[in-house]
């Protein structure tokens, strides 16, 4: 079992949507936690970080639910913009990364 | 402020061929990371330095594969001799933070390498 593992997609969804993405964690000593978004053939970028209590930056909204061991990520209003992939990160002894979750923004 | 540079972007080698990674960090960032990146696949760690020193190396394989960072500040990752398997992307990190609860990773934007 990988230690960070995403649903890889791909998400298809109209401009305008509202969309969710899970990611699990099976090391329970994972203390920190990221989205990264990375564009076709670009390098990740940090998109923002988890906190327990949940936070959100503009149209995005990640959250850590630690008993359940998942963090999701929900992206309103999409826009073309938002076709990337995003990556799922926890850090324990070291920084784990998802295999990432492909999202297509139709007109 | 520059960014974390590598070269080469892209390398082209038949199999058996040595090839090498060059990685100049974000200044001042002490921790650099080596991760590699199939397709279709997040970034799996190498390597990570912190200073000149390699912290952890635990997936690195060694029978091929090396590094070093000599001065604590560039870095440079060595495949010899390269086979089919090790066509990816190899993208070199850096942090302004020692230790693994950090904030953000800055990547370059990796060297494609394909061997034929």
């Known amino acids: 079992r990988k230690e960070v593992e995403q649903d890889p997609g791909p998400f298809n969804v109209p401009e305008g949507a509202t969309v969710a993405f899970n990611c699990t964690y099976s090391n329970s000593a994972s203390q920190s936690f990221f989205w990264y978004r990375q564009d076709c053939r670009k390098e990740p970028k940090l998109l923002m970080s988890?906190?327990?209590s949940g936070n959100e930056d503009g149209r995005f909204t990640a959250q850590l639910n630690r008993a359940s061991q998942y963090i999701s990520l929900l992206i309103r209003d999409s826009k073309l913009s938002d076709s990337a992939t995003y990556l799922c990160v926890g850090s324990a002894s070291k920084i784990i990364f998802g295999s990432g979750t492909r999202l297509s923004i139709r007109p | 402020e520059a960014g974390v540079v590598q070269s080469p972007r892209y390398k082209i080698i038949e199999k058996k061929q040595p090839v090498a990674f060059w990685c100049n960090p974000i200044s001042g960032h002490n921790t650099l990371y080596w991760y590699l990146q199939n397709l279709g696949q997040g970034p799996e760690l190498l390597i990570r330095y912190e200073n000149e020193e390699a912290v952890d190396d635990s997936q690195l394989p060694k029978d091929r594969f090396s590094a070093e960072r000599l001065k604590g500040v560039d870095s440079t990752l060595k495949i010899q001799p390269a086979e089919l398997g090790d066509s990816a992307v190899y993208l070199c990190?850096?942090?302004?933070?020692?230790?693994?609860?950090?904030?953000?990773?800055?990547f370059g934007e990796g060297s494609r390498l394909t061997v034929l």
């Open positions: 988890v906190y327990s």
């Open positions: 990190a850096s942090s302004g933070t020692s230790g693994t609860n950090t904030g953000e990773l800055f």
